[in-house]
């Protein structure tokens, strides 16, 4: 579980409820027309945007991946698969068999060296399938990212039409409390999905998606390299490439060291 995704949730919830409940109740914030201006305004928008299949794919999938993702660590990753190189240059592809690969991606790749498959097959199934996860990923992020993009533009709307109805109805002070509050929650309500949940929940998908293009793209070469029973030093040398330069300091000091 990716507990900066809950716990930066938790805090901008507690801080939103924090300070209603410092100046009044909930009550007073609760409004059915805001709470439709929004949400089926940012939702029809949407659904402009993109097919019917593609939100209800990437609402939930996106939700799922924002809270459940791995930790990635290519480090370890080229750690582990130096080992695996280790491994099957001295004792074959047999010996892999009861190897344990935490990473499924990972296994799936020594499962198809296991098998013998050919480098070509791994290599166009593995993309294949690393291509198809980023795209759900992108997905995911595209949906809540127009969700956060329509909503306070839904919450303006909002707010105009409840001023609108406010000037039209100004012979009956009674009235202009209540439309007051709509043209006020809807542009509060527009602001806090866009900014609480959407968009950085788009952003969060985001960083994923590219975390994890590096990472798979890193199982893949490695995989073919371990196919090719290429020596494990060249793999992990490789295999570094891959890290940004920090990590590839870091990582040659740690070696080093040991």
């Known amino acids: 579980m990716d507990i900066a995704t809950a716990i930066g949730l938790f805090m901008g919830c507690m801080t939103v409820t924090v300070l209603v ?17 929004i949400f089926g305004g940012a939702i029809s928008a949407t659904l402009i945007r993109y097919p019917m299949s593609m939100m209800l794919h990437g ?21 582990e698969i130096t080992k695996i190189a280790e491994i099957m240059r001295k004792s074959g592809p047999m010996a892999l068999e009861t190897y344990q690969v935490d990473d499924p991606f990972l296994a ?47 919450g303006m709307i909002g707010t ?14 009674s009235k202009l409390g209540p439309f007051m509050a ?7 309500y527009g602001a806090v999905v866009a900014n609480l949940f959407c968009l950085p929940i788009a952003d969060k998908l985001h960083v994923k998606l590219e975390e994890e293009d590096v990472s798979r793209s890193l199982i893949i070469d490695g995989v073919l390299q371990i196919r090719q029973a290429k020596s494990p030093s060249i793999i992990r040398e490789m295999l570094i490439s891959y890290l940004p330069d920090h990590h590839k300091v870091q990582f040659l000091e740690a070696e080093a060291a040991a």
Request: charge should be negative.
């Open 182 to 188: 709509v043209a006020l929650l809807a542009t509060l």
């Open 108 to 154: 799936q790749g020594i499962r198809y060296v296991v098998d013998g498959y050919d480098a070509d097959f791994i290599k166009s199934t593995m993309e294949q399938d690393r291509d198809t996860f980023l795209m759900h990923l992108d997905e995911g992020q595209k949906i809540y990212r127009a969700i956060g993009d329509c909503a306070p533009a839904w």
């Open 160 to 173: 105009l039409l409840g001023m609108v109805n406010m000037f039209a109805n100004m012979e009956d002070p």
């Open 21 to 37: 409940l410092m100046d009044g109740s909930f009550g007073i914030y609760l409004d059915k027309h805001a709470f439709i201006v």
């Open 59 to 79: 609402l939930p999938m996106g939700l799922r991946f924002a809270f459940q993702m791995r930790k990635l660590d290519p480090r370890g990753l080229i750690e």
